[in-house]
């Protein structure tokens, strides 16, 4: 079983930068995206930074490109999003996620259904 567990999730000040990690355990060979989505209050989920288990291309949503960046560290089975420029909409519970679905990190970064493992989540809040 898959199990993912986020962390690093603070309060800041809008400008500031966090660096989120999520922990991945029980990989299957089958697993081939992971990533990051986010849910703010009373809003849907949207997807955030979608990229290749091992590596690869990666895909962010257009609100986060040039401020966030999605990294892994395959040593430590750990996925990272480092947050730079914070701004109070990126406010959310942010989620790690990975996938069996072998499709573009574009593609998955649109449709959170193909993510069969989730974290519990981890808060974020940018204060202005």
């Known amino acids: 079983q898959v199990q993912l567990v986020e962390s690093g999730g603070d309060s800041v000040q809008a400008g500031g930068s966090l660096r989120l990690s999520c922990v991945i355990s029980?990989?299957?060979?089958?697993?081939?995206?992971i990533g990051w989505f986010r849910q703010a209050p009373g809003k849907e989920r949207e997807g955030v930074a979608i990229?290749?288990?091992?590596?690869?291309?990666?895909d962010y949503a257009d609100s986060v490109k040039g401020r966030f960046t999605i990294d892994q560290d395959n040593r430590k089975n750990t996925l990272y999003l480092q947050m730079n420029s914070l701004k109070p909409e990126d406010t959310a519970i942010y989620y790690c996620?990975?996938?069996?679905?072998?499709?573009?990190?574009?593609?998955?970064?649109?449709?959170?259904?193909?993510?069969?493992?989730w974290g519990q989540g981890t808060q974020v809040t940018v204060s202005s």
């Open positions: 990229t290749y288990t091992g590596g690869g291309s990666s």
């Open positions: 029980g990989y299957k060979y089958s697993t081939f995206l």
């Open positions: 996620a990975a996938s069996d679905q072998r499709i573009s990190p574009g593609r998955a970064l649109a449709d959170d259904g193909v993510f069969g493992y």
